[in-house]
């Protein structure tokens, strides 16, 4: 079993910044991905980034240029800086990890989920 711990969430001014953490621990297979989603009130939940164990990224197109995600596996830790955070940005972040190479959007296809942390953004 594999248990994700979220942090670095908060509130933030629109044109601000945020980076997220989640670190990994139990018992993560060789090959593991690790992503980022976020539900907002009345909303489903939505792919925003994933990362492979070898560092190749994907991201939605709505963060694309102004999110970063990054992986430490030394540390079984996934970062997500988020720059220019605007109103629609508000949610709850989850982490999120699956066995595989490959990322995938779908959330049903990850089997490890953090707790959530929340991220407001006043306008």
């Known amino acids: 079993q594999v248990q994700l711990v979220e942090s670095g969430g908060g509130l933030v001014q629109a044109g601000g910044s945020l980076r997220l953490s989640c670190a990994a621990s139990g018992r993560t297979s060789t090959s593991y991905v690790l992503g980022w989603f976020r539900q907002a009130p009345g909303k489903d939940r939505e792919f925003v980034s994933g990362i492979r164990r070898s560092g190749v990224t994907y991201y939605a197109d709505f963060v694309k240029g102004r999110f970063t995600i990054s992986r430490d596996n030394a540390k079984n830790t996934v970062y997500l800086q988020m720059n220019s955070l605007n109103a629609d940005d508000t949610a709850v972040y989850y982490c999120?990890?699956?066995?595989?190479?490959?990322?995938?959007?779908?959330?049903?296809?990850?089997?490890?989920w953090g707790q959530g942390t929340q991220v407001t953004v006043s306008s």
């Open positions: 999120a990890g699956r066995s595989g190479v490959s990322v995938s959007v779908p959330a049903t296809e990850y089997d490890d």
